[in-house]
Each structure stands twice: as C-alpha cells, then as structure tokens.
C-alpha cells in the first residue's frame, strides 16, 4: 500500500482479555518499529524488526507483550491479559533499512487507540 | 529513564512571530537528531533532522540548531503559521535502530 496501515484504529477491551494490533508496513520496507504513546508520554520504543527476526525487543514493558512479523511484511502486537496501564496509542513505523537516509526514513501509520476498561 | 526530555508542554504564538522549542538528551552516545511533527489524529511525519556534526540545519521556515556541549537542541519556526498548530517530538539516535522520542511540545499559533 501507499502507506503504513494499522488495524483496527480504535480497540476497546476488557481487563484480562488478550487483543492483537495488526501493522502493514509499506511494500519493499525491511525494518519494522512499534511504539506506544501513553497519554502525556512520549513515544517509548517497544520493539524492532529487521526482516522477520526481532534484533532488539529491550522495550517491550512486560511477557505479557509479543510481537511477530511474517514474510519480512505485516506484523501482529499481541498483549495477553490486557492491564488498564496498556490503554495507550500504539504506534507502527517501517523503514527501507535500519538509519536509512536523512529523515531515518521512518513512516509512521495512524496508530491503534486501545483502551483497557 | 527519559533520555529525551522536552519542557513547556505547550507554546503560544502569534502568526508570524518565531516558535522556539526546545529538547535536551542525557545519552552523550545520541549522534543524530530529528524532530516530527503531529496533527490531531494523524500519525507523527518527519521535520527536520541533524548529524551530531553539524551545528545547524535549514529547511525552509524551520532551522534545527544542536549544542552539543551543553547537550540540547533547539527548534526554530519563523515565521509561524496557523497551519503549524501541532505537537512536535524531539527525538535522537545513538547508532542502534531506535530512536528516543521527547514526550512533544504542542505548538498553537494565532492568526
């Protein structure tokens, strides 16, 4: 697609319940990055992939976050046992290449809302 | 731990006056800084960014100026527009593939 598209937009769970935030890079991106904004937060890095393997998962919060990316293109945000501290915008971004370029090359989907009640 | 610290949550301006924000980073190992730029709703886009080398960026309205001495980088808009009315993250790289976002500035100008 023309850009980075994430599903569904807005997520409303129940505590406890698992949920799954879908991202569809841009064709042709290698690199895949999902962050979170908490409301009055900054974006915080959550984890990283370079094709399908995940070279550096340091900021997912806790085990209940998972993340997997199938045929170097969509990736799935898993949380289980959703806590109301996961309410927060998630955010996915793709680059061509790790650093690439002078505006690193991230494209920025329009994030998934969730909120945990 | 907030390696990427933005103050003054939010600016008011008025159209064609200068905006100024500022960022300022703790990590010394940061080398390449950017600054995004987010309207309501829509995902964050890419502004402006600078090497660790540099000193200065232009583009246009908006020039980046990096101290590095002092650890701190500076947006400037000049003039300001009603159109610039958005949050602006400061965020910085040092070589690893994350970058570290500032928790945004939002930014009103008035016409």
């Known amino acids: 697609g023309a850009g980075v598209s994430q599903s569904p937009s807005n997520k409303v769970t129940e505590k406890g319940k698992d949920v799954e935030l879908r991202c569809d890079p841009i064709?042709?991106?290698?690199?895949l990055y999902w962050y979170r904004q908490s409301l009055g937060q900054g974006l915080e890095f959550l984890i990283y992939?370079?094709?399908?393997?995940?070279?550096?998962k340091s900021g997912l919060p806790s085990d209940r976050f998972s993340a997997e990316r199938t045929g170097g293109s969509v990736s799935t945000l898993t949380i289980q046992r959703t806590q109301q501290e996961d309410s927060a915008v998630y955010l996915c971004?793709?680059?061509?290449?790790?650093?690439?370029?002078?505006?690193?090359?991230?494209?920025f989907g329009s994030g998934t809302r969730l909120t945990v009640v | 731990d907030q390696q990427v610290k933005q103050n003054s949550p939010s600016l008011s301006v008025q159209e064609g006056r200068i905006s100024i924000l500022n960022c300022d980073y703790t990590?010394?190992?940061?080398?390449?800084f950017l600054w995004y730029k987010k309207y309501p709703a829509e995902s964050p886009t890419f502004l402006i960014s600078?090497?660790?080398?540099?000193d200065k960026n232009e583009d246009g309205r908006f020039t980046v100026f990096l101290n590095k001495s002092a650890k701190h980088l500076s947006l400037h808009i000049v003039p300001s527009q009603p159109g610039d009315s958005a949050v602006y993250f400061c965020?910085?790289?040092?070589?690893?593939?994350?970058?570290?976002f500032g928790k945004g500035n939002q930014v009103v100008v008035i016409p």
């Open positions: 992939f370079q094709g399908n393997s995940a070279p550096d």
């Open positions: 064709s042709g991106h290698t690199a």
């Open positions: 990590n010394s190992m940061f080398d390449y």
């Open positions: 600078i090497s660790s080398i540099k």
């Open positions: 971004a793709s680059s061509f290449a790790p650093r690439s370029g002078g505006n690193y090359g991230y494209t």
């Open positions: 965020a910085a790289s040092g070589g690893n593939n994350r970058l570290a």
